[in-house]
């Protein structure tokens, strides 16, 4: 007896072991979703953007491929920011969508996804809507292929709805495995580690691609090998490089001139799993120092062609890493000590030591407090910009996989990004509390995730620093000198009404013993908990 294509696309995604379905259903998803398979999860959000980062945060979790189901054309859209800081993180997910039936779809009826390979790009890897019914099956087979080889990422299948009850031509569909790393041309790699061994003052540069490819070991052993400094690449959106290590710099600044200086005195700069350079506010300047020798390593063809300057080299970071080190020539110690810099924008000074009832509290403050009481192997996921230098200062990231931001800069990630993280420590048996610090202002761009979280018991700690401001934005008006610019400023929000409103427990923390008491409790609640604490209103510097 011939299968139905909904069949037998539910036995591939089984042998691709994907039986976990982020998505917010829709008129033309339900016949993909009709008789759900009593083996797979549907984890249900309240938007699409919401189900796009929690997959996210799901597939990074769990190192795997995820699957997303929105809704055509009207979903897509909703979903598109967090595609594209899927796209950035470099995250392997299957976004898919249904459109209207092949017999309308010449007249492009209400809710017709009218090019659905056009609308999510540029941020998918591969975007497709099979010929014919018979071909979506192969077509998530290829769909899996894209999204795992580097660099990986998003891709996206649109399933005209009439499809999956059709007759597959098969009952089986073809699994393939494929690589997920690509190796580097040696003689290429040589030169590196030639000039490496070679250059009087060099300096490494580390990014995220690192932390993807679980190269902390690796990194630290190259590092200490050479016993040179590292950088955290511009904007990392995962610590590549243990941030109490002796030879950790601090982050580069994501602007031209500064990052430029940062690098004065060195004569050779390889960085490793980064663009060449992830730079925002423009502060003009030379690229790299005079004198200064950069090499770049990727596994991008895109990242190294677009790189405005230095010799680039297409690998796996870690494979890259871990041939440079059997490769380098050793160093002694250098009698001079690495001095750490600030990470990325630039710190306020340090908060003194203060009462247990001073309020409000200094952002550092806070994230002392709240270090103080978490447990040592807590994940950290972060959306509060203007607090960034901050958080590192006070909360350094000293174990691989234990700290996600957005790579993007597209706020409205980390929220729902959490709760995908919190399924994967359930899922994989880790069992690591989370906590999500997100600004007041973040939180609002998808805080429908909050409900997600409820729905599913997740023990997320949610605290939400209040200064009632886009501060962020106050520090691109000094930057750019433009003043008067209006709704920068959001008060009158309710933190802990909404929280509740969404299932959560929620309560106002103001002093040092407040925000410790309600981590404590919350650390101990089964579901999650939203935490909103006042802070001191703050404009940071950007540099």
Known sequence: MKKTIRQVTFDLLRKLDITTVFGNPGSTEETFLKDFPSDFQYIQTLHESSAVAAADGYAQGMRKVAMVNVHTSAGLSNAMSNILTAYMNRTPLIITAGNQTREMLLMEPWLTNIEPEVLPKPWVKWSYQPVRAEDVPAAFMRAYAMALQPPAGPVFLSIPLDDWDKPAVDNNAVVRSVSERIGYDPLRLHEFADALSAAKNPVLIYGSAIARGQGWDAGIKLAEKLNIPVWSAPASERPPFPETHPLYAGGLPFAIAPLSEKLQGHDLAIIIGAPVFRYYPYVGGEYIPDGLRLLHITDDPIEAGRSPVGDSLLSDAVLAIEGLTHLVTARAASAKKVVKQSHGMAPHPAAPETLANDTPLSASQLFRALRA???????????????????????????????????????????????????AERDSGRNRPVMAIIGDGSMQYSIQGLWSA??????????????????????????????????LDIPNLDIVALGKGYGCAAIKAETIEQVKQACKDAFSRKGPTVIEVPILPAIPPLI
């Open 373 to 423: 009481v978490s447990p040592k192997e807590t994940i950290l996921v972060e959306e509060s910009p203007s607090n960034l230098g901050e958080l590192h200062r006070e909360w350094p990231i000293e174990s691989p996989d234990s700290f996600y931001t957005f790579a993007s800069g597209s706020l409205g990630w980390n929220l729902p990004a959490s709760v995908g993280l919190a399924l």
């Open 454 to 487: 409820a729905q599913h018991n997740l023990p997320i700690v949610f605290v939400i620093p209040r200064n009632s401001e886009y501060a962020i934005l106050k520090s691109f008006a000094v930057l750019e000198e433009t003043p008067g610019v209006p709704g």
